[in-house]
Protein backbone atom coordinates (compact mmCIF):
# COMPACT_ATOMS: atom_id res chain seq x y z
CA UNK A 1 0.00 0.00 0.00
CA UNK A 2 3.25 2.11 0.34
CA UNK A 3 2.54 3.01 -3.79
CA UNK A 4 -1.23 4.30 -3.06
CA UNK A 5 -0.53 6.30 -0.06
CA UNK A 6 2.78 8.12 -2.10
CA UNK A 7 -0.08 8.53 -4.61
CA UNK A 8 -2.74 9.61 -2.37
CA UNK A 9 -0.08 12.18 -0.98
CA UNK A 10 0.91 13.21 -4.36
CA UNK A 11 -2.75 13.84 -5.78
CA UNK A 12 -3.98 15.63 -2.12
CA UNK A 13 -0.33 18.16 -2.96
CA UNK A 14 -1.64 18.49 -7.03
CA UNK A 15 -5.54 19.35 -5.83
CA UNK A 16 -3.66 22.17 -3.34
CA UNK A 17 -1.90 23.65 -5.97
CA UNK A 18 -4.74 23.86 -8.32
CA UNK A 19 -6.62 25.20 -5.74
CA UNK A 20 -3.85 27.95 -4.83
CA UNK A 21 -3.46 28.82 -8.38
CA UNK A 22 -7.61 29.29 -9.09
CA UNK A 23 -7.57 31.64 -5.93
CA UNK A 24 -4.57 33.43 -7.68
CA UNK A 25 -6.80 33.91 -10.75
CA UNK A 26 -9.45 35.18 -9.06
CA UNK A 27 -7.10 37.95 -7.24
CA UNK A 28 -5.55 38.34 -11.06
CA UNK A 29 -9.08 39.02 -12.50
CA UNK A 30 -10.24 40.97 -9.88
CA UNK A 31 -6.98 43.49 -9.85
CA UNK A 32 -7.39 43.79 -13.93
CA UNK A 33 -11.20 44.37 -13.48
CA UNK A 34 -10.50 46.96 -10.75
CA UNK A 35 -7.33 48.41 -13.22
CA UNK A 36 -10.16 48.83 -16.28
CA UNK A 37 -11.98 50.85 -14.04
CA UNK A 38 -9.53 52.68 -13.14
CA UNK A 39 -8.12 53.58 -16.20
CA UNK A 40 -11.95 54.44 -17.77
CA UNK A 41 -12.60 57.24 -15.33
CA UNK A 42 -8.81 58.17 -15.76
CA UNK A 43 -9.98 58.71 -19.51
CA UNK A 44 -13.19 59.99 -18.42
CA UNK A 45 -11.45 62.63 -15.90
CA UNK A 46 -8.97 63.53 -18.93
CA UNK A 47 -11.70 64.28 -21.48
CA UNK A 48 -13.33 66.50 -19.24
CA UNK A 49 -10.29 68.16 -18.30
CA UNK A 50 -9.27 68.63 -22.24
CA UNK A 51 -13.17 70.41 -22.47
CA UNK A 52 -12.42 72.45 -19.50
CA UNK A 53 -9.04 73.65 -20.84
CA UNK A 54 -10.19 74.61 -24.30
CA UNK A 55 -13.41 76.22 -22.65
CA UNK A 56 -11.20 78.44 -20.82
CA UNK A 57 -9.44 79.30 -23.89
CA UNK A 58 -12.29 80.30 -25.86
CA UNK A 59 -13.37 82.36 -22.69
CA UNK A 60 -9.76 84.11 -22.80
CA UNK A 61 -9.78 84.90 -26.66
CA UNK A 62 -12.84 86.52 -26.14
CA UNK A 63 -11.55 88.57 -23.55
CA UNK A 64 -8.93 89.33 -25.15
CA UNK A 65 -10.81 90.19 -28.33
CA UNK A 66 -13.13 92.58 -25.88
CA UNK A 67 -10.33 94.09 -23.83
CA UNK A 68 -9.08 95.34 -27.70
CA UNK A 69 -12.31 96.49 -28.47
CA UNK A 70 -12.45 98.73 -25.06
CA UNK A 71 -8.93 99.61 -25.51
CA UNK A 72 -9.35 101.09 -28.74
CA UNK A 73 -12.56 103.03 -27.20
CA UNK A 74 -10.55 104.52 -24.77
CA UNK A 75 -7.95 105.63 -27.50
CA UNK A 76 -10.64 107.51 -29.19
CA UNK A 77 -12.45 109.07 -26.08
CA UNK A 78 -9.03 110.35 -25.54
CA UNK A 79 -8.51 112.09 -28.68
CA UNK A 80 -11.66 113.08 -28.48
CA UNK A 81 -11.32 114.65 -24.95
CA UNK A 82 -7.77 115.69 -25.61
CA UNK A 83 -9.12 118.09 -28.40
CA UNK A 84 -12.17 119.15 -25.92
CA UNK A 85 -9.94 119.88 -23.55
CA UNK A 86 -7.66 122.22 -26.50
CA UNK A 87 -10.85 123.84 -27.33
CA UNK A 88 -11.85 124.87 -23.54
CA UNK A 89 -8.48 126.00 -22.67
CA UNK A 90 -8.71 127.84 -26.03
CA UNK A 91 -11.83 129.53 -25.24
CA UNK A 92 -11.14 130.57 -21.73
CA UNK A 93 -7.83 132.00 -22.84
CA UNK A 94 -9.84 133.74 -25.68
CA UNK A 95 -12.77 135.10 -22.93
CA UNK A 96 -8.87 135.92 -20.56
CA UNK A 97 -9.98 133.67 -18.17
CA UNK A 98 -7.21 131.20 -16.31
CA UNK A 99 -7.80 127.43 -17.16
CA UNK A 100 -8.21 125.13 -14.06
CA UNK A 101 -4.88 123.01 -12.95
CA UNK A 102 -4.68 120.06 -15.02
CA UNK A 103 -3.33 116.82 -13.53
CA UNK A 104 -2.75 113.45 -15.56
CA UNK A 105 -1.88 110.98 -12.65
CA UNK A 106 -5.49 111.15 -12.10
CA UNK A 107 -6.02 113.09 -9.24
Request: no cysteine; aromatic share 0%.
Amino acid sequence: MGEIDELRRRMEALEAQVHEVIEQQAATRHLAVNSDRDVAALQEQRRADIQLLQALRQTQLEQSKTLETHTKTLVEHGKVLGVLLTGQVAMMEHLGMNPPETTTDGD
